[in-house]
């Protein structure tokens, strides 16, 4: 495509959402022109039938422009005027949005037993390692490629990114922001599966997972997106990410299957590995949140500063309503308030704020936080009932509340003026019909039937050809730590495992493996100790001597104290001890750098 025919069809949309139903361009013309006030603008002698008129028109240079109204996402390009100031907060926010792999991981891991916590945590950074990789080799590519293979349904072209100098700012910025959200989308599927499914099996699903949010995050906010071309609004991915992964969440823990034992004594909830780190999960997230709502307005010059200011309150808005929600039902059904309700309704009405964020009014988030935290509080039961089971909730507060974000905008976003972001229409209850509803419904139709559909594929071809997708009973009994990690503590319910079921499976000896928060060398001298045959009138500088290969004083420990003399003195030289009562006791040691009585062993 040649400069002129990518001008021609710049001009054409611009005319055409700006005054569709006109064949005489006038002065209203430029005054709408001038609510683009990020894009490239050249001047073109319009004639109509009486005058002669000049106007501003965006053109596209084949970035991803909306020249029909900017509509979230993070991937609407305009020059580069101005853009560096955009750059700043869009990089910014992102660094935010990175912090939630943190929150993401303290939340599941405190949700499961202690037995399976660092797993958890394992799989979050294997989530931006590998996702981050397959994104960079071909998930961008797949959603915002641009070449004569492009269509409706997926993008083509750039794989693995490496732009020109002229073309690297605002390509980068997006590619990067743009990570984030593909990463999210994975991680929202481990904790559905935690503490039952194959690590390894795990780590290839996170590779090839991209494709599952690639694909429509084209569809929502690409050029070429047939979602995007209808009007969908989805500004920080409601339908794209948390949607999107709720679904593949739900398809995951129902392929791989309940934990064992999870419903022989009744469908409530299992007790929490680490509520603390739960909470601590949640308040990252919420922070994260900020960051991801906020840089989905993708800059703050111009008039896109108000959006964002916008963005900031309607975000902990509705995160209040959710609260207050979950608060209420808690009480209400337990007559307390239990951790994991009070976390999922503030994180549901987190993700039912996030498609609408800059376009909601205060008091319209506060209803749709609301209502999101209810349904995410009240969903978890009935999926327990169907026996799908999902430790921290993802379906319930990722899957619904996402389609219920969708929906709220269908309803009562009103159109805006600035940016139009809602491309001229507005919602069933302010006069618009159901036009917007409509799209809002067939944009979530879509995505989860994809999301299912490929998430399906690609766990049945791994499990199939590659490695099963479920842990060995072994495995999850002894738990993920122990088993895939080496990692063994007490009082988690690890010893109680291995003395029931052995510690060598599938030809692995696992006796190995220390204790966690014990130290080796100690354990080893403290053994030796209690094997000695006499123990009366030694002292334990002696004793360890006597135990140890290496001399430790060699190895720079502080010599010890004994009756105030030390054992290395000549010539009955007494250096005085720093305690006094150390000199009462026949068998007493003190340390040099420690002052107060360390009583010799019996």
């Given at each position: 495509?040649?400069?002129?025919?990518?001008?021609?069809?710049?001009?054409?949309?611009?005319?055409?959402?700006?005054?569709?139903?006109?064949?005489?361009?006038?002065?209203?013309?430029?005054?709408?022109?001038?609510?683009?006030?990020?894009?490239?603008?050249?001047?073109?002698?319009?004639?109509?039938?009486?005058?002669?008129?000049?106007?501003?028109?965006?053109?596209?240079?084949?970035?991803?422009?909306?020249?029909?109204?900017?509509?979230?996402?993070?991937?609407?390009?305009?020059?580069?005027?101005?853009?560096?100031?955009?750059?700043?907060?869009?990089?910014?926010?992102?660094?935010?949005?990175?912090?939630?792999?943190?929150?993401?991981?303290?939340?599941?891991?405190?949700?499961?037993?202690?037995?399976?916590?660092?797993?958890?945590?394992?799989?979050?950074?294997?989530?931006?390692?590998?996702?981050?990789?397959?994104?960079?080799?071909?998930?961008?590519?797949?959603?915002?490629?641009?070449?004569?293979?492009?269509?409706?349904?997926?993008?083509?072209?750039?794989?693995?990114?490496?732009?020109?100098?002229?073309?690297?700012?605002?390509?980068?910025?997006?590619?990067?922001?743009?990570?984030?959200?593909?990463?999210?989308?994975?991680?929202?599927?481990?904790?559905?599966?935690?503490?039952?499914?194959?690590?390894?099996?795990?780590?290839?699903?996170?590779?090839?997972?991209?494709?599952?949010?690639?694909?429509?995050?084209?569809?929502?906010?690409?050029?070429?997106?047939?979602?995007?071309?209808?009007?969908?609004?989805?500004?920080?991915?409601?339908?794209?990410?948390?949607?999107?992964?709720?679904?593949?969440?739900?398809?995951?823990?129902?392929?791989?299957?309940?934990?064992?034992?999870?419903?022989?004594?009744?469908?409530?909830?299992?007790?929490?590995?680490?509520?603390?780190?739960?909470?601590?999960?949640?308040?990252?997230?919420?922070?994260?949140?900020?960051?991801?709502?906020?840089?989905?307005?993708?800059?703050?010059?111009?008039?896109?500063?108000?959006?964002?200011?916008?963005?900031?309150?309607?975000?902990?808005?509705?995160?209040?309503?959710?609260?207050?929600?979950?608060?209420?039902?808690?009480?209400?059904?337990?007559?307390?308030?239990?951790?994991?309700?009070?976390?999922?309704?503030?994180?549901?009405?987190?993700?039912?704020?996030?498609?609408?964020?800059?376009?909601?009014?205060?008091?319209?988030?506060?209803?749709?936080?609301?209502?999101?935290?209810?349904?995410?509080?009240?969903?978890?039961?009935?999926?327990?009932?169907?026996?799908?089971?999902?430790?921290?909730?993802?379906?319930?507060?990722?899957?619904?509340?996402?389609?219920?974000?969708?929906?709220?905008?269908?309803?009562?976003?009103?159109?805006?003026?600035?940016?139009?972001?809602?491309?001229?229409?507005?919602?069933?209850?302010?006069?618009?019909?159901?036009?917007?509803?409509?799209?809002?419904?067939?944009?979530?139709?879509?995505?989860?039937?994809?999301?299912?559909?490929?998430?399906?594929?690609?766990?049945?071809?791994?499990d199939k050809f590659a490695v099963g997708i479920r842990m060995s009973e072994w495995e999850e009994l002894v738990g993920a730590d122990f088993a895939e990690h080496g990692i063994r503590r007490r009082n988690v319910g690890v010893?109680?495992?291995?003395?029931?079921?052995?510690?060598?499976?599938?030809?692995?000896?696992?006796?190995?493996?220390?204790?966690?928060?014990?130290?080796?060398?100690?354990?080893?001298?403290?053994?030796?100790?209690?094997?000695?045959?006499?123990?009366?009138?030694?002292?334990?500088?002696?004793?360890?001597?006597?135990?140890?290969?290496?001399?430790?004083?060699?190895?720079?420990?502080?010599?010890?104290?004994?009756?105030?003399?030390?054992?290395?003195?000549?010539?009955?030289?007494?250096?005085?001890?720093?305690?006094?009562?150390?000199?009462?006791?026949?068998?007493?040691?003190?340390?040099?750098?420690?002052?107060?009585?360390?009583?010799?062993?019996?």
């Amino acid at each position: 495509m040649n400069s002129t025919q990518s001008f021609q069809q710049s001009f054409e949309a611009t005319i055409d959402a700006i005054m569709p139903t006109s064949n005489v361009l006038g002065p209203t013309v430029v005054e709408n022109m001038t609510k683009f006030p990020d894009l490239s603008n050249i001047t073109i002698e319009a004639f109509t039938m009486d005058t002669n008129v000049s106007y501003d028109i965006p053109v596209t240079n084949g970035t991803h422009t909306n020249s029909t109204g900017f509509r979230g996402g993070g991937v609407v390009l305009g020059s580069t005027k101005d853009f560096g100031n955009d750059a700043s907060w869009v990089l910014t926010s992102t660094f935010i949005i990175f912090t939630m792999q943190s929150g993401f991981g303290l939340l599941e891991s405190g949700a499961v037993s202690m037995k399976n916590e660092a797993n958890i945590m394992v799989k979050n950074v294997v989530d931006v390692v590998l996702g981050g990789f397959t994104y960079w080799l071909f998930g961008y590519s797949l959603s915002f490629g641009e070449s004569e293979w492009t269509n409706p349904f997926c993008g083509w072209g750039n794989f693995a990114i490496n732009p020109s100098e002229e073309d690297m700012g605002e390509i980068y910025t997006t590619f990067f922001f743009q990570l984030s959200f593909a990463t999210t989308a994975t991680t929202i599927v481990s904790g559905a599966v935690a503490e039952r499914f194959n690590f390894v099996a795990y780590v290839l699903f996170s590779a090839v997972n991209t494709v599952v949010y690639c694909v429509p995050a084209g569809w929502l906010w690409g050029n070429h997106g047939f979602l995007y071309k209808l009007g969908v609004i989805d500004i920080a991915g409601s339908c794209g990410v948390h949607l999107c992964g709720g679904a593949s969440a739900l398809v995951a823990s129902r392929m791989v299957g309940p934990r064992i034992g999870r419903y022989d004594n009744g469908e409530d909830p299992l007790p929490m590995g680490c509520p603390t780190n739960a909470i601590l999960g949640m308040f990252m997230l919420w922070w994260g949140w900020l960051g991801f709502n906020c840089g989905s307005t993708f800059g703050i010059t111009e008039e896109k500063w108000k959006y964002a200011a916008r963005t900031a309150v309607t975000t902990l808005q509705a995160s209040i309503g959710g609260g207050l929600a979950g608060m209420s039902i808690s009480w209400y059904k337990n007559h307390r308030l239990e951790i994991g309700d009070v976390v999922n309704s503030v994180l549901g009405a987190l993700v039912s704020v996030t498609a609408g964020c800059a376009l909601f009014t205060s008091w319209e988030a506060l209803f749709v936080g609301l209502v999101g935290g209810t349904i995410a509080v009240m969903a978890m039961p009935l999926f327990d009932k169907l026996h799908i089971d999902d430790p921290v909730g993802a379906t319930s507060v990722h899957g619904l509340c996402g389609m219920w974000a969708m929906i709220a905008i269908g309803l009562f976003v009103k159109a805006d003026g600035i940016l139009k972001m809602t491309n001229g229409n507005s919602g069933l209850f302010r006069g618009g019909g159901f036009y917007l509803l409509g799209i809002q419904t067939l944009a979530c139709l879509c995505i989860i039937v994809w999301s299912m559909i490929s998430t399906f594929t690609i766990l049945k071809v791994i499990d199939k050809f590659a490695v099963g997708i479920r842990m060995s009973e072994w495995e999850e009994l002894v738990g993920a730590d122990f088993a895939e990690h080496g990692i063994r503590r007490r009082n988690v319910g690890v010893s109680r495992a291995v003395s029931v079921l052995g510690l060598q499976h599938a030809g692995i000896d696992y006796s190995d493996i220390i204790p966690q928060g014990d130290n080796p060398c100690h354990i080893a001298v403290l053994n030796n100790l209690s094997a000695l045959a006499s123990r009366r009138h030694s002292t334990l500088s002696k004793a360890v001597a006597q135990v140890t290969k290496v001399p430790y004083k060699d190895q720079g420990i502080p010599a010890l104290m004994i009756n105030g003399q030390s054992p290395s003195s000549k010539n009955g030289d007494i250096v005085r001890s720093v305690s006094a009562r150390s000199t009462k006791s026949t068998n007493s040691i003190t340390p040099i750098e420690y002052p107060g009585p360390h009583h010799a062993w019996p």
